[in-house]
């Protein structure tokens, strides 16, 4: 009786451990894209020469310096902007602009700045109609300095109170990258 019991366990066991380890079951991974460099280029709407700022980390969280740029803004103008973020550790460079277009129900940029009169509004939605921000519009007001920090959510809660707005306060998921730039406006 004790035999037939540990017979009918084993197959049992054996029994579950082939259906539990099919070779065929997909395996899930979001694996996290390294951002080594963020552009943001801004256009005046009036025309004139465009301002790219670049934040360029090539060695990740390696022990390189980061290069960052500062930016000389307008004041009371108009600026288009467009951002792309790169992974300048392959060769040839990765684009991750593209995957984050891809996934733009998974991602978010939120702007934030201690310039008074500086205003970053969304130009681009995702298919649900919630912001994503690789496009933008850039206002200035007054001469003012101060910075602007850019900030790329991977899985935020897009439809939470005042998200959408480009609050970061109740926005949730996990930070892909976190740039800030010196931005003068004269």
Same mark, same amino acid.
């Given at each position: 009786?004790?035999?037939?019991?540990?017979?009918?366990?084993?197959?049992?066991?054996?029994?579950?451990?082939?259906?539990?380890?099919?070779?065929?079951?997909?395996?899930?991974?979001?694996?996290?894209?390294?951002?080594?460099? /963020?552009? *943001?280029?801004? $256009?005046?709407? #009036? !025309?004139?020469?465009?301002?790219?700022? @670049?934040?360029?980390?090539? =060695?990740?969280?390696?022990?390189?310096?980061?290069?960052?740029?500062?930016?000389?803004?307008?004041?009371?103008?108009?600026?288009?902007?467009?951002?792309?973020?790169?992974?300048?550790?392959?060769?040839?460079?990765?684009?991750?602009?593209?995957?984050?277009?891809?996934?733009?129900?998974?991602?978010?940029?939120?702007?934030?700045?201690?310039?008074?009169?500086?205003? /970053?509004? *969304?130009?681009? $939605?995702?298919? #649900? !109609?919630?912001?994503?921000?690789?496009? @933008?519009?850039?206002?200035? =007001?007054?001469?003012?300095?101060?910075?602007?920090?850019?900030?790329?959510?991977?899985?935020?809660?897009?439809?939470?109170?005042?998200?959408?707005?480009?609050?970061?306060?109740?926005?949730?998921?996990?930070?892909?990258?976190?740039?800030?730039?010196?931005?003068?406006?004269?």
């Amino acid at each position: 009786m004790i035999k037939n019991y540990i017979l009918l366990l084993l197959a049992f066991v054996t029994a579950f451990t082939f259906i539990s380890c099919d070779k065929d079951d997909p395996v899930i991974e979001n694996e996290e894209e390294l951002i080594t460099t /963020v552009n *943001y280029t801004l $256009t005046p709407t #009036d !025309g004139g020469e465009a301002i790219v700022l @670049t934040f360029q980390d090539l =060695d990740g969280d390696g022990e390189m310096v980061p290069m960052i740029s500062s930016g000389l803004l307008g004041a009371g103008k108009t600026y288009n902007g467009v951002l792309e973020l790169l992974n300048e550790s392959d060769s040839p460079a990765e684009n991750i602009t593209e995957e984050i277009q891809e996934e733009d129900e998974d991602h978010q940029f939120f702007f934030q700045t201690d310039i008074a009169g500086l205003v /970053v509004a *969304y130009s681009d $939605t995702d298919a #649900d !109609g919630n912001p994503v921000g690789l496009s @933008t519009t850039v206002t200035t =007001d007054a001469a003012a300095s101060g910075s602007l920090t850019i900030i790329l959510l991977h899985e935020p809660v897009k439809t939470a109170d005042g998200v959408s707005a480009g609050d970061i306060t109740n926005a949730a998921g996990e930070s892909d990258i976190e740039v800030v730039f010196p931005i003068d406006v004269q």
